[in-house]
């Protein structure tokens, strides 16, 4: 049975995300109020209330 606890979003995840989106949308861009929008809110919300840090670029 796979894991019922949730992850927090980070920051990394909310940047593939909207990489993965502005790619599929033909247009090169995110939709306002979209997933990837969401995505990143909540990755900012939650530094902000410190349960994740930010993570910075490639490695």
């Known amino acids: 049975m796979p894991d ?4 927090p979003m980070t920051t990394d995840a909310a940047a593939r995300i909207q990489s993965t989106e502005a790619r599929n949308s033909g247009t090169g861009q995110v939709q306002s109020g979209g997933f990837a929008s969401r995505a990143q809110g909540a990755a900012a919300t939650n530094i902000n209330q410190g ?3 930010h993570q910075g670029g490639k490695k």
């Open 51 to 53: 349960t994740t840090q």
């Open 4 to 7: 019922s606890k949730s992850k």
